[in-house]
């Protein structure tokens, strides 16, 4: 089987899908640095299982460190690489721009470099939905024209799709690249509305909703995101680039309701201003991707937010134990 070197690989997707690929005999070398965007604890915990496999390599460390990234190669026979390692949000990102170009853009161009040095089969990149901007063709095809991203986060995603197009150009490197489409699930990151509006209900505290609450999301269970990153890893084109998404639009207050729902209780709503950066929607095409990966989303909203209030409780429940 092929080794496969994950970057971000104990972040929320990262971490499922070094999973699912460890339980195919992948062996997979998981880099991550551990940073403080959210609590290291997060990922410590989400890679814990995954220590027990003999197949399974963790590095900590940063897309960053060239020589880091050097000493990996050169000391494992890496196939192919999925980079899913970032700094990512879109509101953080009107706050820190820099940030974003350093290690989103320039990141992206040292696993591209060790990328061409080492002939690599295959280089996956994980791109993000809000390349589209507003786009006022719905749904969103990967042949529209993204000229407008209204995000620093949306224009480092659009740069490294971009860096990627002229490594393959200039190399011809086969690449993937995957516009991921609101992923969520079970270990998604505290900063994320799911996760951030489960826990608010669970507290009888309001829920903020910016705008009039009818901004519309594709929303991607995470089983399905990493079917989509699994079927991208069996079939290698020269260049590509795929939607992974549900093909499905939920309004914000919907999706307020199916939580509350799911938890049985009565959201409180905050009323606030539109946020710069926010998009009124995102509606994934996966025609593509269902034609020439076999992506087959299956999840409904419904049965997703259920799987992940469900994990929450778990979660939460046994942090309080741990404290008594």
């Not at 092929?2 to 499922?16: C, D, E, M, P, R």
């Not at 460390?61 to 999925?82: P, R, S, T």
Request: one cysteine or more.
């Amino acid at each position: 089987m092929s080794k496969i070197l994950v970057t971000g690989g104990a972040g929320f997707i990262g971490s499922h899908l070094c999973e699912r690929l460890l339980k195919e005999n992948y062996e997979v070398v998981c880099l991550d640095n551990f940073n403080d965007f959210y609590n290291p604890k997060i990922k410590e915990d989400n890679i814990t299982d995954l220590l027990k496999y003999e197949n399974f390599i963790l590095v900590r460390g940063d897309i960053l460190d060239v020589k880091l990234l050097e000493k990996i190669f050169a000391e494992n026979k890496i196939d192919k690489i999925i980079h899913l390692a970032a700094i990512a949000g879109v509101r953080p990102s009107l706050v820190a721009p820099t940030k974003y170009i350093e290690v989103d853009i320039k990141g992206t161009v040292n696993l591209l470099e060790v990328a061409k040095k080492y002939k690599i089969e295959q280089f996956i990149f994980g791109s993000s939905s809000s390349v589209y901007g507003i786009n006022s063709k719905i749904p969103f095809s990967e042949e529209d024209r993204v000229d407008l991203q209204i995000s620093p986060y949306a224009t480092a995603k659009r740069s490294g799709e971009l860096y990627c197009a002229t490594y393959h150009h200039l190399y011809g490197i086969p690449i993937t690249i995957l516009r991921f489409f609101t992923v969520y699930g079970p270990r998604q990151r505290p900063d994320m509305a799911i996760h951030k509006f489960t826990k608010l209900m669970r507290q009888g505290k309001p829920i903020p909703v910016f705008g009039n609450g009818e901004s519309k999301r594709d929303y991607t269970y995470i089983s399905d995101a990493v079917e989509g990153i699994v079927k991208s890893i069996e079939r290698i084109y020269n260049f590509e680039i795929f939607n992974i998404g549900n093909s499905e639009t939920v309004k914000l207050r919907e999706l307020i309701e199916i939580i509350a729902d799911k938890l049985n209780v009565n959201p409180k709503i905050e009323q606030l201003p539109e946020q710069l950066g926010d998009v009124p929607i995102t509606c994934a095409d996966i025609s593509k991707a269902k034609r020439m990966l076999g992506y087959n989303p299956s999840t409904s909203i419904e049965l997703g937010i259920e799987n992940f209030v469900n994990w929450y409780l778990i979660k939460k429940d046994l942090l309080e134990r741990r404290r008594l």
